[in-house]
Each structure stands twice: as C-alpha cells, then as structure tokens.
C-alpha cells in the first residue's frame, strides 16, 4: 500500500510538471473576508487569468469556523463581476461586500475566493493553438492563448476585430484653410486639431466643428475674431516683417484672418493686400506659401464689390497672384489648387505636348456647384508658340505655364463706362463681363508671346451667357465681345480691351481667337439710342426751350437789378444777383458744353464748368434760406451786415475749388475715350463730391422752405371783406411759390427719380422742366409780379426821359448834375419786399425791408 502511494504521487507530480511546462502557467488562489478588500497583480509584462470565482461561504476552515448552510451560499454573478474588473489586467482590486456580489446567505459571514494566472496575451498574427490554448509565436509555453478584447481567433490566427467607423479620420479644406478631424462614431460632434490663432476674439478654440450622423457633415468654421479683433489682426500682419523664416506662418495667419469676408473693412482690405504684397516679395516657391496667398485671393473675391471697387490697390492683386505661381515653377512640379472662386495650375508641358495645339479646361468644369459648372471654359495653346520659344531657349525640355480661372471678374475693377458708344454709334446701357476669367503665361524669362499668326491665334472657348430676360424684351442690342485685359492702358492699373481678339463663333459657346497670351473674358454690350424714345426726345426739347427762356429772363434781371439803383443797393438784391449768375452760367454752359464730346480737352473743360455753376447755383440757394431764415426768426441788421461778403467767398470759392480738382486730378473718367455727354460719370467722385453736396445743401433748403411755408400759411388773416382776404391768401400762394422756386426745391424731384418706381419717369418730367424754367420763375416772381419792382423800373424810365428832355431845354431839373436826390427816399412798400410776409413786424425800413 505504501509503495502504491508513492507511485501515484509520482504520477500526480509528474502530470503537475507537464501541465505547467505545457502551459506556462501557475495558479494561485487569493481570498478576502466579507468586509475586505482583494488584491490581485502580475509581474513581467503579463496579465491576470481569472479560472474561478466564489463571494459565499463552502468552507468552515476560511475566514473564521462558521458551517456553510445546508442550502448552499454561493453568489451566481461571483465570475463574471471579478472577471469584469480583472481580466487582462496586470492589477485590480475587488472589494467582498453584498453591494457588489448580493447577498446568496443572510446572517452568515461571507469570503470572497480568486483561482487566477498570470499570462501573456497573444498579439495579432500569433499562431494559437485552439487544441492546447498555447501561444507558439516564440516558441515558449507560458503562454495563455488569448487574443485580447480588439482581436479574435481566425483558423487559429489572432485577428484584428473590424471595427466599423461611420466617420474614419478626415482632411478637408474649406476657403483655403486646411481642417483635420479625428475618427468618429454616430451621433458625436469632433473638434478639428486646427485652433483660432492667438490674437483672435476666441484664442485656442477648435477652429471647427464636424458633426458624425453615419457620414461626416459639412465642417462649421469657428469665427474666431470679432470686428476689432479682425482689425486689430490684420493691421497687425501689415507690419510684419515677412522673411523666408517667418513666410509660411504669416500667409496661413493671414489666410485664417480673411476667411471672414464679411467684417472685413475698407482698411482691413487694405491690410490685406499689403500683406500679401509683403509674402509675394519673398520669393518664396513653397507650397504651402503658395497655397495661402491663392487662398487669400480666393477670399477677396468674396468681399462686397463695392468695397472691392472703392480700393485703390485693388489691381495690384492679379499681378501678385501671377508672380507667386511664376515662383512655384522653381520647384520643377506640377501645381494645381482649387478653391471656391480660383483654380490654378503651374505644369511643367512636356516640349511634345505643344507640336499640337494643347487644351486646357478650367478646374471648374468638375466642380460640384452647378452655377460655376454651367459656366465653362477653356484656353488652347497654338504649335506655333515653340517657334518663339524656340528663338530664346531651344534646349529647353519642359515649358513652364502657369493657369488661371477666376469664378468671376471681381478683381479686374474696370471703368466700363468710359466706352458708352458702340461702333455702330449707339449708346452703351450697360456692360459687364460674364463667366469666368481665364489666363495663360508661359514662364520664360525673355519670352513674350505677342503678334502670333491669324491661322495659329490662342484660342479661348466660353459658355455663352445668359443675358437678363428683360433685356431681351425691350428695344436694345445685344452683342459678346472678345476682351483681354490690358495692363498698359489706365496708367497700367489695367482694363479690358478688345485689340488683338476676335470672334470666331457664337453659337452654342463663344470662340475667341488672340494672337497674344493673358487673361481673356467675354464682355456683354447692351447698346440702344436711348437718345430717339420719345420721352427723352421730349425731355430734350424741354431742356433746350426751358433754358433758352430762362437764359432771357435771367439776362433782364441781372442788367435790372444793376441799372436801377433803387433796387441795387438792398442786400436781398445782392443775393438774388448772385444766384442769377450762377443760374446763367449754369443754363449757358449746359447748352454751350454738354454735347462736346468730339474735343477732349473741351468736354473735361466745360465738365467742370457745368459742375462750378450747378454747385454754384444750389449754394445761393442756400444762401436764400439762410437769408429767409434770419429774417423770420433772428433779424437785426447788424446781423446780417456782412452775410453778402461771407457768401461770396462760400458759395464761389468752394465750388471754384472743386471744379479744379476735378479738372486737373480727376481720372477717373477717361475723356479720350468716346462719351456721350460731358459730366462726371457714375463713380466715387460724382457720388461723393457732386450729389452728396447737392443732397445736404437740398435738406437744409427743404427744411427752412417748410419753415417759411408755416410762417406764411399760418399767420393769422386780418383782412375783414372776403375780397381782401381772397387777395391775401393768393399772395400767400405767391409767397409759398417763390419759397420754393428761390431754395431749388426741384432737385427734390430730381432725387425721387433716381429710384426705380412707377413715378420715376414722371419726377424726371418734373425736375427737367422746374430746373430749365427755375431762371423765368425767378424773373416773374421778383419783376413781373411785383409792383413796387414794376414801380421802380417805371419811375426810373420816366425819370430818365424827363431828365433827357430838361437837358435839351438847357433846364435845371432834380436830377441834373447840381442836383442829386437819395434813392433811399423812395418810398417801398411792403409788397415789393420778397420776404414781407415772413418778416418780423420791426416797424422800420431795413434795407428797403419794412413791416405789413
């Protein structure tokens, strides 16, 4: 029996041995009473294993001598909570409580109990032995074979587990800027790894956001700046000092800093464009500088129009673009980018691909946006450009040309107006060029692609545009024009020109052939002779009678008014005087000048005549009113003593001013071209320096006629019979009439049909025939309508006859040379004064002024 026990010891050992070179593996067991905490950790790299669990009590002999009840106290969930804590873990701890386990025995105490191992886990592509559970990819056996939690058993090969990912990792790029998002599962929303810059309103926050829905949503750029942090930034940039060092960070800074296009000022764009001349003139041909300034550009041409129009550095745009993809060619590689509003390719053309001609189609002919696909392009280079290159460098292998598609012709700010008549001597409503801008530059020093023969031109391919239905409906002419855009024309600020381009085809597309390499466009010509409808014809004979009349009346007056003496020496005359010269000279250089458009130096002379006088005119009037206005509400004579003195110099000096600026500093409408009339053009400085004057002096003119109208029409009428109260309400009316004709309020109907309304052509009738007749009414008013001045021109007739007469008698008379009598004396009533109505009741005679 003896020797039989020590056979099946050995035995067991032996069994034991081999389990444990078989699988590398010790068991241990650890236990922890109700109440405690257990413990469990590996060492060397290795993980724990758990084999078996049990919270209860099966045994007396642990943790105390308390009997196991008959019934069983064993917690069911034991396993699977330590494994959860446990498992491929190199330490844990478990805590033996009923809160984490239940309680399986009430009232008995409890012990947590752990057979587990530590092991090695198995990595992706071990071999694993499904028989044995042994790891064999080194050979050793102390090893567990267990894949892990992201990897699983495949014919006994640990595999990668795929995991579906709705959203994978993403680089996208939104207005030039690059956006990197990490992978992400349904329904989050992930941070790019970009952030706003410092310097920003938002420093340090994710630059965007990217919303996971089974598929990745469009990108939310985050508007890290504010209106002042813009400002700020961007001013900032500007007087930065660009080097090779600094380059790249300052041009994804400014790139950042344009992105928002719509709090972007007039400074600010000029910031910008000052900042990139500055990463231009680096030199530098990298990538990622490149990339940022074809952002930046491609930012601009978001920018409101009007803004970009009023920028005086706004044509230096174009060549900065073109000098920095010129520098990208020195890296010998192709380069295209495509944005929203830009695309841009520098190729490196195999010689051989030019001994045919060689098409290239805009990058936009792909884009996913219809209107932009609609709207397509495409330039083809003639065989014949080798024979020049040739000439410079017939070694070289490769011809650099560099590409480039404009979504729109923002940034070629051109004065289309200056040519307002079409060859076939029509007026010109409109023009503007449709589609897209396409350039082509070869890339070699010396070579100029100019002059290339009529059967081998550059050939531009356009969709034809589509012209305003309205336009199609009224009596106009519609015409496509070939253009390049001209650097050496406008002081090299550039325009479109038609020289050198011709139409080839208009059919489906528009086909232009050049015989020169630059940016090429289609120009739409809207024509018409505006000048034989009806309406303007009638407008135009108006015009001419209206001041031919006025033109009379005006002359009368003024040689009245210095002839007679008693109407001379009122200061109200001295005002009248004045601003029925400056209506004089506003009536003749209208008729004399407008239409002399056939001698430039004529038109631009007789454009600042016209505009002297009208703005003349319009500050005399305003002169009335301020006259009217002291009368009614601050007169004493001292008060107005020097008003003549200061007007004269406001009213001529400050127009005088304006007339020479425009004359010798204006070039903002070119006179060498053909016009149709002789004044300042649609533009900033008719906008700014003519109407906008006109405007302020109409409000302050409107404001005291109402004024002067409530002084009239509501004063009390002391008149008793119904005769004398008829007479004073018509002189009222007067009154209220010579208000309105004195303070030009005509220019108000002039203004009303600037805008597009039904009454529009009705306020032009209005404003043609008050503004041409303005010098009649005047006459009337101040003549012919009132007595004492028919008095005064009556009495001095007579007086001049009866001294006549004396004279030749050899008869002494009041008026011969011995005697001289004080006009002063001449008794004026109240209705000859213009302003008796509104006047104080000062109960003296001022200046011929005198109460009711």
Known sequence: MKQGRMILWRLVSVAAVTVTLCYGQVNKTEVACERSTLHLSCNDSKVIHIHDALYGR?????????????????????????????????????????????????????????????????????????????????????????????????????????????????????????????????????????????????????????????????PVVTECYDDSALENQLEEIANTNVTEDNVEEVGELLLLASSQTDLITESGLENIITSLALIVEVGSPSTEVTDSVVGVVNNMMSINETLLGDSSDIDEVVPLLESQVRFVHDLNDNYTELVTNLGVSALQLPKTSLEDPFVFEDPFMDSDDDVIESRKSSITLPPSLLDIIGTVNPNLTSIPVSFITYGDAVLFQSDLEGSSVNQEGSSVLAEYVDGHVISATIEIENVTIDNLPENSSVMTRFSKPIVDEENNETDVTIEFVCVFWDYNLTNGEGKWSEEGCRMVSNDTEIVCACYHLTSFAVLVRISGDIADTPFHVALSIISIIGCIISIIALTFSLVTMLVIRSIR??????????????????????????????????????????????????????????????????????????????????????????????????????????????????????????????????????????LATYRVSCRKIRQSNKVEKKKEIIIRIKSTFLFWVLLGMAWTFGFLATFQNPLSLAFQLLFCVCLSLQGFCMFYMLFAQNPEMKKSITSTVKRTNTTSYQVDSGVKTACSPNQSVDMHDIPVSSSSNDYSLVAPNTGEDNDGIVSE
Not at 184 to 212: D, F, I, N, V, W
Not at 622 to 635: P, R
């Open 58 to 218: 099966t045994s007396d002999k642990i943790c105390g001598n308390t009997r196991p009840p008959e019934s069983g106290c064993e917690a069911d969930n034991s396993l699977s909570i330590v494994k959860e804590e446990c498992e491929n873990q190199t330490s844990c701890s478990v805590t033996a409580t009923n809160a984490v386990f239940g309680d399986p025995c009430i009232r008995v105490g409890k012990y947590l109990e752990v057979t587990y191992s530590c092991v090695r886990i198995c990595g992706i592509n071990d071999e694993c032995d499904n028989t044995t559970e042994v790891c064999h990819s080194d050979g050793g056996v102390d090893v567990l074979c267990n894949c892990g939690e992201d990897y699983e058993k495949v014919e006994g090969v640990c595999t990668a587990i795929p995991v579906p990912v709705p959203c994978p990792e993403d680089v996208v790029e939104i207005k030039g800027i690059i956006l990197t998002f990490p992978r992400g599962k349904t329904g989050e929303s992930m941070y790019s790894e970009e952030l706003c810059p410092p310097g920003s309103a938002q420093p340090e926050e994710p630059l965007a956001t990217r919303y996971c829905d089974d598929e990745w949503a469009e």
């Open 569 to 706: 020496i009122k200061q109200q005359t001295h005002v009248h005087f004045n601003l029925c010269l400056a209506l004089l000279g506003l009536y003749l250089s209208f008729l004399l000048g407008v239409d002399r458009t056939d001698i430039p130096g004529v038109c631009k002379a007789m454009t600042s005549l016209i505009y002297f006088f009208c703005l003349s005119s319009v500050a005399w009037m305003s002169v009335e009113a301020f006259y009217i206005y002291m009368l009614i509400w601050k007169y004493n004579k001292s008060s107005i003593h020097h008003l003549v003195t200061v007007a004269v110099f406001l009213a001529w000096g400050l127009p005088a001013i304006g007339a020479i600026l425009i004359y010798f500093l204006d070039h903002g409408h070119d006179y060498e071209e053909s016009t149709d009339y002789c004044f300042l053009h649609p533009g900033p400085v008719l906008y700014f320096g003519f109407l906008l004057e006109i405007l302020l002096l109409s409000v302050y003119n409107f404001v005291i006629f109402v």
